[in-house]
């Protein structure tokens, strides 16, 4: 699946002792009366992936849906998270590239 959005912050943590996530947030709203934000996590072998994204920039992500069934102390519930593992930049083109100045 994909998912197009600009950045609007990121957070990385370490779960356990080893196992590192960099928690990217950013914005999808496709209509301004209804903001849409969502959260892509970068784990494991990909984190290092996440530190190259930056901070006001547009992304399209590619990720995985993961998800499970919680139950603790008499409740349950689910939860999901974004699985991301590519990403390249939306916009990323240099105005350098003015197809005008060509000689033919």
């Known amino acids: 699946?994909?998912?197009?959005?600009?950045?609007?912050?990121?957070?990385?943590?370490?779960?356990?002792?080893?196992?590192n996530i960099c928690e990217v947030y950013i914005d999808i709203t496709d209509n301004k009366d209804y903001p849409n934000q969502a959260?892509?996590?970068?784990?494991?072998?990909?984190?290092?992936?996440?530190?190259m994204i930056k901070e006001g920039k547009s992304y399209a992500f590619e990720f995985n849906v993961r998800g499970r069934k919680w139950e603790k102390n008499g409740k349950s519930g689910f939860m999901q998270s974004l699985d991301a593992w590519k990403f390249d930049e939306v916009g990323a083109g240099s105005s350098d590239d003015d197809e005008g100045d060509l000689p033919f």
Do not use: A, H, R
Not at 5 to 16: A, M, P, S, Y
């Open 1 to 19: 699946m994909n998912i197009t959005g600009k950045v609007l912050g990121k957070k990385n943590k370490t779960v356990g002792n080893d196992f």
């Open 39 to 51: 959260m892509v996590e970068f784990k494991g072998k990909n984190f290092e992936k996440g530190e």
